[in-house]
């Protein structure tokens, strides 16, 4: 479970998070939707610890991240944007280097390593260097990553940014397993299409704020409208930065 | 939590291992380096040992046979820019002009003195040794002279000479070597500079540019150790530049012709044992300096200015123990302390061990104090980003 109380924080003169609050239980996708700008990556951020919050804070299973931040990451996979793909390593060896690090042992990584190169598909390209892979190498790559040492929750920044339909399913399939199997998927988006289909609660953020949560469906019936997409702009009150 | 940082030391020697760029750098120095001081110290040898002939223009030497004859015998002859020697080559005449008066042959005959005069450039450095030589050739001549007029009236010559000098030289044969050594050693301790560079560059400015540095520090893994793990690699490759560095100075030092200067330099086991002792703190300091000073720059080309740029220090200090310009001081800092000591070692005195602990333990404590540094800026905001 991730739970973000009060967050605050200025970044330079902006204000990127503004008294923001919101939750994300276990075994629900919970998608973070709001135009470029809205502060969705450094409120990520702020939940792994690479930020500090000017106010406000961020557990992670009840664990506060500023306060004990080793031990509330254990709990954690990230997906970030961008990658951060070591070019020199191959896929097996980049995975079962973060898996060690998520605390596995040397045969546990390996093995584990070996489970998600399999269940992502990735067998082909598991002992190719990572320099000149596609953009769906890219992030099967980073995605496995994530979820190789079987975190409870698993943070997404914008997973589906150029992807072609192919590895936008092969993601949506992953997310909805990992559902199943009762993590807590927390992921950022601006693209509707996405978190309609996949998403059971949607924190639609703008400005550093949450303007509205609930399902797709309760956001449609609360603003009076058909779609997602009308019911997100007139959450907002624009039309800026938003990709259909 | 040893155990996550042996798992990042290896993740980050196999990716500097595969790295071109990296291995390159260190490469090229290790084994560059020793043979380009070779080559240097066999030129150097070849000045020193075999004096060429100097030629000058001598005008009215007919007036001064015997002058004439006598500097000849010191290899130093009369030639104009068209001479040429036995093999037809083209003559290096020097543009020194030596003038000999037209009443030289009289003055000589009367026992008075006769003049001449030495035209050349004194503001020329090239030719300062040839100056000196052709001076110190017409002095003793001078005196020679001076000695066989005694003799015809009848006056022992030892009377014109109250104190007789006598010069013994206590050096030996290998503290002769000692300034020639110090520059050898200066090239070696900068090898633990220069072979760790491109990698502490590339696993922080590198690291942060390729947006993997926020991955890493989203992990569960504290930045204390991540810095830890990164000194340790960066430390490692030095020391493996440093190591190679005297292999290739041991075999390639054998076939500089030593013995024309009077004495051997070789680098003994012992040497290169001590080397890689003294090295070690000096790299571990190397490391961390480097990683600091990536981390602080925003790119990598920005990380690689700044670093030569930083570099010039420690080459200073070396420089300045090498050729013995140093402030008694200089003898407790990094580097210059380890040199000194190693070039006491080469010239076979005893080791200043109290010198060489206090200027170890400076290197180390600046090591452990720019650590500390990288484990705060990596919590910084700003750092990671790059902002």
């Known amino acids: 479970m991730i739970k973000v109380c009060n967050l605050s924080k200025k970044i330079g003169d902006v204000q990127a998070l503004n008294n923001l609050s919101f939750e994300a239980n276990d075994g629900q996708i919970t998608g973070l939707l709001g135009p470029n700008g809205a502060g969705k990556t450094t409120c990520l951020r702020t939940v792994f610890g690479l930020l500090q919050a000017d106010e406000g804070h961020a557990e992670i299973d009840g664990v506060d991240v500023a306060k004990s931040p080793i031990q509330a990451k254990q709990q954690l996979g990230l997906f970030p944007d961008p990658f951060g793909l070591y070019e020199r390593l191959t896929p097996r060896e980049y995975i079962s280097y973060f898996a060690e690090l998520n605390g596995l042992s040397r045969t546990q990584a390996k093995d584990a390593t070996q489970k998600v190169l399999t269940e992502l598909h990735m067998d082909d390209i598991a002992d190719r260097r990572c320099k000149g892979f596609s953009q769906g190498q890219r992030m099967k790559t980073a995605l496995a990553q994530a979820i190789v040492h079987q975190p409870t929750n698993i943070i997404l920044d914008e997973p589906t940014r150029g992807l072609d339909v192919m590895s936008t399913r092969v993601l949506r399939d992953l997310l909805k397993a990992l559902k199943k199997q009762g993590h807590c998927v927390l992921f950022s988006s601006h693209v509707m299409q996405e978190v309609a289909a996949l998403c059971d609660q949607v924190i639609v953020m703008a400005e550093g704020k949450v303007v509205a949560v609930g399902s797709p469906d309760e956001l449609c019936q609360q603003t009076g409208k058909d779609s997602l997409e009308d019911a997100f702009i007139q959450l907002i009150g624009t039309d800026e930065g938003i990709a259909a | 939590m040893i155990s996550n940082i042996i798992t990042m030391v290896r993740k980050e020697l196999i990716d500097a291992a595969r790295d071109k760029r990296s291995v390159m750098a260190g490469l090229y120095y290790a084994i560059g380096t020793p043979l380009l001081m070779c080559g240097m110290f066999m030129l150097l040898i070849g000045q020193m040992t075999s004096p060429e002939d100097l030629n000058i223009k001598i005008e009215n030497g007919s007036n001064a046979p015997d002058l004439v004859k006598y500097l000849s015998s010191q290899g130093i002859t009369h030639g104009d820019s068209q001479s040429t020697n036995e093999n037809g080559d083209k003559l290096d005449v020097k543009d020194i002009r030596l003038v000999i008066s037209d009443d030289y042959a009289a003055q000589m005959a009367k026992g008075l003195s006769a003049e001449i005069t030495l035209i050349a450039d004194n503001s020329n450095e090239k030719l ?53 050594l110090g520059v050898a050693t200066m090239t070696m301790i900068y090898a633990v500079f220069i072979s760790g560079m491109n990698l502490a560059i590339d696993t922080s400015a590198g690291e942060r540019e390729r947006n993997s540095l926020a991955l890493l520090l989203s992990h569960p893994v504290s930045t204390r150790n991540i810095v830890l793990a990164k000194v340790i690699a960066v430390t490692v490759f030095a020391m493996v530049g440093l190591l190679l560095t005297l292999i290739i100075s041991k075999i390639s030092y054998a076939f500089v012709p030593w013995q024309e200067l009077g004495f ?16 070690l703190p000096i790299a571990l300091m190397a490391a961390s300096l480097q990683l600091f000073v990536s981390f602080m720059a925003k790119t990598f080309k920005e990380a690689q200015s700044y670093l030569t ?10 420089m300045a123990a090498s050729y013995n310009i140093a402030p008694d001081i200089l003898q407790w800092l990094p580097v210059s302390g380890q040199q000194q000591a190693l070039i006491a070692f080469i010239k076979g005195r005893e080791i200043p061990m109290l010198q060489l602990l206090l200027s170890s333990l400076t290197t180390f404590i600046i090591a452990i104090g720019l650590a500390f540094g990288m484990e705060r800026s990596l919590k910084s905001e700003k750092i990671v980003f790059g902002l």
Do not use: C, H
């Not at chain 2, 740029?309 to 070396?318: F, K, N």
């Open chain 2, 128 to 180: 300062q040794n040839s100056i000196r030589r052709l001076e110190r050739n017409l002095q003793t001549y001078s005196s020679e002279m001076g000695s066989l007029r005694l003799i015809a009236r009848g006056i022992d010559p030892r009377v014109v000479q109250p104190i007789k000098v006598n010069v013994e030289d206590e050096a030996t044969p290998d503290s002769k070597g000692g300034v020639i």
């Open chain 2, 264 to 279: 051997t330099v070789s680098i003994s086991t012992e040497f290169i044992l001590l080397m890689l002792l003294t090295g």
């Open chain 2, 309 to 318: 740029l930083v570099l010039i220090v420690p080459m200073m200090l070396s």
